[in-house]
């Protein structure tokens, strides 16, 4: 008892040392807040600020790439060039990119580079909502939130190794798990404050700039009704809710201080009338890309097209379909069941059960089965995964091996499933010239709304794989049972 009461006082000795070692760095690496005007602990000037978003911005496009439309690359630049002439840093040149993603995004890097996904925009109903996603993030470049999260993020890996040097106790154990605790701590407790602060920002922004700051809140509830969606396909699905990560993630649309803080900008607006710009927006977002990309292949219903790899397979009826960007992925509607697809290149002339036996490393399989389908050759049969039973295929497509995989939750279900295993692999073929038009993407189409028009017609019409009914709704602000107005422009998908 008495060692380890030791051990205690001196990690006690320990942080208060470095407690005072990290009050030396903060006292010299303090820097005026362009917002508030106060000193803020920071460990990177404006040169090394700008120098991360230079380095970084050729990596974002990289890993998400840029949306091929010059119009609404201008367009977006232009409504951002409004609000950054507004904000606490003007002397910033400020860079705002569409990204070509469906995820539904935006975020900043240091040093003025700002991105939004075409995901997004698809969901906005304004060009004041618009405004009102840049200007959030224009707001975490001016209060430099993402050098003061990286530098707290410094200073307590500096801690911790400065201490760990000196005390061998330190290195690891429960003292290395207090520190992450510390910074950890450290660190969230800026993501809530950080949001507020630039939702405060953005209306302040959008204010002086002549929007309606209360679009604000209207993003927020566009990223909410998306929330609620997601989490009842989830749930419909028996899988885990992948929580919304970035932009206004850390409070709901009610939230007492949101609402202060965006109420609080409207002492910075004009004499005119605010912009909110619904119709400017709508026209502008016409034909925007809506979901898959033609490079990642197009899902519609239970098909996926695919027209630069030239290849199109069929899902079970009713089955989620994800297009990840190495592998389609296709669950049941309970989450009982998975499918997915990969596809690597062949390099020897080699037979498909001989690919699983040396490519997939794959010697046990029960049931195997050669077969030709669709003029391809193929081959399948049964495994067990840690004592769970699964369907391999393998088939051929020119230089490419199309590798299949289908799981179940538990082995009682795998009789239940593994037809719906076997058809979708069989299913796999080159595009025929009816399915070259569907292997295009899919896209917005703004129209003014008829009175014949309502959502569930629009619906089974629709390209949307994934519940399309709600998707519409959501696209148009309606979710989870508005209907269309007649007279109003809306958006569908063809």
């Known amino acids: 008892m008495f060692v380890q009461y030791c051990t205690v006082r001196r ?49 974002i496009i990289e890993q998400y790439g840029r949306y091929d439309d010059e119009s609404i690359q201008a367009y977006v630049q232009s ?11 003007p002397e910033l040149l400020y860079r705002f990119t569409v990204l070509d993603s469906p995820v539904i995004n935006a975020f900043a ?22 405004a009102a996603v840049l200007g959030h993030e224009i707001g975490h470049v001016t209060a430099r939130h993402g050098v003061r999260q990286q530098s707290a993020s410094q200073a307590a890996n500096l801690g911790y190794t400065i201490g760990s040097i000196l005390i061998p106790e330190l290195r690891g154990g429960p003292s290395q798990d207090l520190f992450n605790v510390l910074g950890g701590a450290l660190l969230s407790g800026y993501g809530r404050d950080h949001e507020l602060e630039s939702d405060g920002l953005g209306a302040e922004y959008l204010a002086l700039a002549g929007y309606e700051p209360k679009a604000m809140i209207d993003v927020i509830r566009v990223l909410k009704d998306q929330e609620i969606f997601s989490a009842a396909e989830a749930k419909k699905q028996g899988r885990e809710v992948q929580g919304y990560h970035g932009l206004f993630a850390s409070h709901p649309d009610n939230d007492t201080r949101l609402h202060e803080v965006v109420s609080a900008a409207d002492k910075y607006a004009g004499p005119q009338q605010a912009k909110v710009g619904r119709t400017d927006y709508l026209k502008q977002i016409n034909n925007l890309v ?3 990309s033609e490079a990642q292949g197009i899902r519609s219903g239970r098909h996926f097209y695919h027209l630069a790899m030239n290849f199109s397979v069929d899902f079970p009826a009713d089955w989620q379909i994800n297009n ?36 997939l490393k794959i010697d046990k399989l029960r049931a195997g089965e050669a077969f030709n389908v669709n003029g391809l050759e193929g081959y399948t049969g049964i495994l067990a995964v840690q004592d769970r039973l699964a369907r391999i295929a393998v088939i051929y497509l020119r230089d490419k091996a199309f590798v299949f995989f289908g799981g179940v939750k538990n082995n009682k279900l795998f009789g239940q499933f593994d037809a719906d295993f076997v058809a979708t692999a069989k299913s796999l073929h080159a595009l025929k010239a009816s399915e070259m038009t569907l292997a295009k993407a899919v ?4 129209v003014t709304v008829t009175k014949a028009d309502n959502y569930k017609a629009w619906a089974k019409d629709s390209r949307i794989s994934n519940s399309p009914l709600e998707q519409l709704r959501l696209l148009n602000g309606d979710y989870p049972a508005g209907e269309l107005k007649q007279g109003e422009l809306a958006k569908r998908v063809h």
């Open 109 to 130: 890097l240091p040093g003025g580079y700002i991105y939004i996904t075409r995901g997004l925009m698809a969901y906005l109903n304004s060009e004041a909502e618009l």
């Open 324 to 359: 990840n960007p190495d592998s389609l992925q296709s669950l049941s509607p309970n989450g009982d069941a998975i499918i997915e697809m990969r596809a690597t290149d062949l390099n020897k002339k080699i037979s498909p059960s001989d690919f699983i036996k040396q490519r």
């Open 443 to 446: 896209k917005l189409d703004v």
């Open 79 to 89: 409504v951002g060039d409004k609000l950054a002439s507004v904000s606490h840093r």
């Open 11 to 59: 990690i006690l000795q320990s942080l208060c040392w470095l407690a005072g070692a990290l009050l030396l760095l903060t006292l010299t690496g303090c820097a005026q807040n362009p917002v508030t005007g106060n000193q803020d602990f920071v460990l990177l000037g404006v040169d090394s600020e700008i120098a991360i978003g230079r380095a970084n911005h050729p990596k």
């Open 290 to 292: 809506f979901g898959d």
